[in-house]
């Protein structure tokens, strides 16, 4: 019997305003994939996003280019060489990686993992605004061990003084989503390092990075958006010490998993995150995570409301998911 496709666009509102250097957003929509027959169903979420050059049209048009391939059986091996990296790949591929589980009865974890999954500490982001209320926030949730710092602006310096002030206890990791530039770089790092942060997220424009090179690295800088595959890996050494691994990036979970050991074969530290969507796009990135060295999948934390069943989070900790939700 072919596999059947469903391709859904859904919208969540995000509880408030999330502010990066480059956006505003009120509400996180998502593509979900449906593959399955009479037997069993897999779902996989993605989330189109502007910066990589996707549109909601265009994520839905590309998994619908591959009805008869979903339809006739398409593996995920087959589905890296006949489709890109991006959303609607990872859509794709983690809806097979669901059915495959479900026809099997053998859980995902069980291939990704060394030993069962267990819960992970996520971080918790403190969206761009001026340094008081970023405090005030920050202050609210200080009991957190774990904090990432949108900045990206005129007065990073004292936003990252603010946060640390209000959060003495939590480890921060400082985003600034490709805002820092070559004249500021060098004093923002400096500030980090003073206040004690853990990691400097993509600080300058991917491209516009080299820099990274001959500059001492006060506190570790992370790949994000200047990393999106295995293939990107050589590219960012001498540059980047960590690299951010997204599925929404990499275009799947079977591309993830390549990237994430390919980094730890050249030295970089890895760090699991993510776009701002439920919990079926969060569901495989914390199986992915269990090993890694810092863990940002609080998408549903940004939620006014999240899928049913979600994930369970308690406190910083996020727990594996249930079958129900993925996997």
Not at 18 to 44: H, N, P, Q, Y
Not at 279 to 304: E, K, N, T
């Amino acid at each position: 019997m072919p596999l059947s496709l469903i391709v859904e666009v859904e919208r969540f509102p995000i509880a408030g305003v999330f502010r990066i250097s480059r956006e505003s957003r009120t509400e996180a929509t998502v593509v979900t994939c449906i593959i399955g027959d009479d037997r069993a169903t897999g779902r996989g979420e993605c989330v189109p996003y502007k910066r990589y050059g996707e549109t909601l049209e265009g994520v839905v048009e590309l998994i619908e280019s591959l009805r008869s391939d979903i339809a006739d059986g398409i593996t995920r091996r087959e589905l890296m060489s006949k489709m890109p990296a991006g959303a609607a790949r990872n859509a794709i591929d983690c809806a097979l990686w669901d059915l495959e589980a479900k026809r099997s009865g053998k859980p995902v974890y069980e291939h990704v993992c060394r030993q069962p999954p267990r819960p992970v500490t996520t971080a918790y982001t403190i969206s761009l605004g001026e340094p008081d209320e970023m405090a005030t926030r920050a202050r609210a949730v200080s009991d957190r061990p774990l904090l990432k710092v949108k900045v990206g602006g005129a007065n990073d310096v004292a936003r990252i003084r603010a946060v640390a002030a209000a959060a003495p206890n939590s480890r921060l990791i400082v985003d600034a989503n490709e805002g820092w530039n070559d004249d500021n770089i060098k004093d923002n790092l400096l500030a980090c390092a003073h206040h004690n942060v853990a990691l400097v997220e993509q600080p300058l424009p991917a491209g516009k990075d080299a820099i990274l090179r001959d500059i001492p690295h006060a506190v570790p800088v992370c790949a994000d958006e200047s990393l999106h595959t295995a293939d990107d890996l050589e590219a960012m050494r001498g540059l980047y010490d960590a690299i951010n691994i997204k599925l929404d990036k990499t275009g799947g979970l079977t591309a993830a998993l390549e990237l994430r050991e390919k980094g730890r074969e050249l030295g970089f530290s890895i760090m699991i995150g993510c776009m701002v969507g439920t919990s079926l796009a969060m569901a495989p990135g914390v199986l992915l995570a269990q090993d890694a060295d810092f863990v940002d999948l609080d998408g549903p934390l940004m939620l006014r409301e999240d899928r049913v069943p979600g994930l369970r989070y308690s406190g910083a900790l996020v727990s594996p998911p249930d079958p129900d939700l993925w996997g």
